[in-house]
């Protein structure tokens, strides 16, 4: 990490500079004094006076003159230890966003640089960036998937460690999607190309984050609206003094204090506190699998205190199985079922795979899908719907005993109906996720209290919010009653939806934050939430929220420190109680201990169980032209 931070430009400067002044401090040689005056002022004075032709003045600003006024009274001392130490801060804080924002595009490394393709009915090998959609990607054990794409020959287990955060494996058959990034297991498959590499996954993800990492937040524009003010306002309250005192007494003192004035009340620390904090944030969150879309979603994150989750995909498997089954007189289970599956195979929803699974009836017609209710069409001229016990029939129906049985188990129970006549009930289950109970305990640790909000019915919600341990369910909810509950939830409190990302937009648009979970390779799901968690593991929800409010609390911290600094040096600045040199080395210092403050919200431990990949904790910085560059106070 040292050989790394002194491959900055301006660290170097910033030795050159404090060898040479060191050395004249020894030899009493001036001419060395300027040497170091001048390494350490080529780092900020040139761009300061570019950055003029805009005119923007900014921290720069303020340390040029501040040298040519040292300078100019013979402060040469002065003047070269004041360019040591803002090279120092200046590079540090360049070091530091280099390194997140590499850690982040490290990613991209997980891609490989030669693929084997089937062209032709020959395999050849191609980079990345000539795969077409259609292509064939055979994907050897241990080798990394270059884009998207879905499996079409072969069986094996994926491991997506590098891109969510989660080490277990998934096992990966015909028809499973296979991300760029994603390393093959143990057996070699054979898999369709559907992005472009240029747009996989690992890709959108970069560009997600480095644009979350340039987005400011609230505490960002709030350390703006104060630095904006102040650079300026500071430039005249030096004048006033230079200009009032030396018609008091000796000019060459009151110019020496407004030039002193200048360097204490220069809100260099107060501009980079909050952007640094992001940068370093948002990238961890990353490498751990969750993608923070901007700063004013990390800082609200922040502030959560309540919790609403989706029941269906977030809280459960996702994976619905059909537990028991019940006909009328007349009507086998196989009739039911295939009756049902007809409709439900033009649904997207998630008990629709269950009832369709195995079934390969004719598709019915004319279907149409009423969100809350059920789903009807027709099947064979004949009029089949499919919903939930408070649609279909009223309380006194033959199955009430099948569904009240069922639903106080925590299963969803379906009637299918043909022409007005219910022949059957299907029970459905989603299990728990098994990390569920866990995770909400986790947030109650934190203090967040959560919420369920569900389509289903009340029994089927209560019934899983015990087990999870969720205090209150909100059930039979239609997709704009989600919305009216977080909603009236967010009167008096923040709040955070989590869902699949497509079904509950509207809800996840409407709460303080919304958090897209187990979105991998969702276009939608990555577009529509302010926050995507990649993987599965409920986990990963206290996670980000006990980072988040880490980060926030560090940006508030570093606001506070860098005024109070301020508003301390400003007095003694220009009553001539603190010396020239004093005054750089007390903000200088400062500066520094912001940035490492700043640097401090990038920890972020990983789940237990969960592999974060090696490429990633090490990435070596090198001083090129296309590094970010420092805060634009500078």
Known sequence: ????????????????????????????????????????????????????????????????????????????????????????????????????????????????????????????????????????????????????????????????????????????????????????????????????????????IVALVEAAQHNKGTGQRLADRIASPLVPGILIFATIIASVGSLLGDPRVWIERALIVLVAASPCALAISVPLTIVAAV?????????????????????????AIDKTGTLTLNNPQIVAMNSSAGWTDEEVISAAAAVELRSQHPLSRAIAAGVSPRPAEDVTTLPGRGIVGTVQSQE?????????????????????????????????EINQRVIGAIAVRDELRSEASEAMRELDELKISTVMLSGDNKRTANALAQQSGIRTAYAELLPEDKVSHVATLQADRHVAMVGDGINDAPALATASVGIAMGALGTDVAIEAADVTLLGDDLRHLPQLLRHARRARR???????????????????????????????????????????SALTAAKLKPLPNVTVISALASTNVSNRGDEPQCCSAC
Not at 292 to 307: F, H, M, N, P
Not at 388 to 415: C, K, Y
Not at 557 to 580: D, H, M, R, Y
């Open 283 to 307: 990238g961890a969150a990353a490498r751990n699998g969750a993608l923070i879309k901007s700063g004013a979603a990390l800082e609200q994150l922040g502030r959560i205190s309540t919790v």
């Open 1 to 204: 990490m040292i050989r790394d931070i002194t491959r900055t430009r301006e660290i170097q400067a910033a030795i050159a500079a404090a060898i040479a002044l060191s050395i004249a401090w020894i030899t009493g040689s001036l001419a060395l004094e300027l040497v170091a005056v001048a390494i350490g002022a080529c780092t900020f004075v040139p761009r300061a006076l570019w950055r003029l032709r805009i005119p923007t003045i900014g921290v720069g600003t303020l340390m040029t003159i501040a040298v040519i006024g040292a300078l100019s009274l013979g402060a040469f001392t002065e003047a070269a230890l004041l360019g040591v130490l803002f090279s120092l801060a200046e590079g540090l804080e360049r070091f530091a966003i280099t390194r997140t924002h590499k850690g982040v595009r490290a990613l991209l490394a997980l891609v490989p640089t030669a693929v084997p393709v089937v062209r032709n009915g020959r395999e050849v090998t191609v980079e990345p960036h000539e795969l077409v959609v259609g292509d064939t990607m055979i994907l050897k054990p241990g080798s990394r998937s270059a884009t998207d794409g879905t499996v079409t020959t072969g069986t094996t287990t994926l491991d997506l460690s590098a891109i969510t955060g989660e080490s277990m494996p998934l096992e990966a058959t015909p028809g499973t999607p296979v991300p760029a990034g994603a390393i093959n297991g143990d057996s070699a498959i054979e898999v369709s190309v559907t992005t472009l590499a240029q747009d996989s996954t690992l890709a959108r």
């Open 384 to 416: 089949v719907r499919v919903g939930n016990p408070r649609w279909i029939a009223p309380q006194g129906s033959p199955f009430d005993e099948f569904v009240h049985t069922w639903e106080e188990s925590g299963a969803t129970v379906v009637l299918v």
């Open 554 to 596: 560090i940006m508030l911290f570093n606001i506070g420190a860098s005024l109070a600094i301020i508003a301390t040096l400003i007095p003694l600045a220009a009553t001539g109680l603190v010396s020239f040199a004093a005054v750089i080395v007390i903000h200088e210092v400062a500066e520094v201990l912001v940035i490492l």
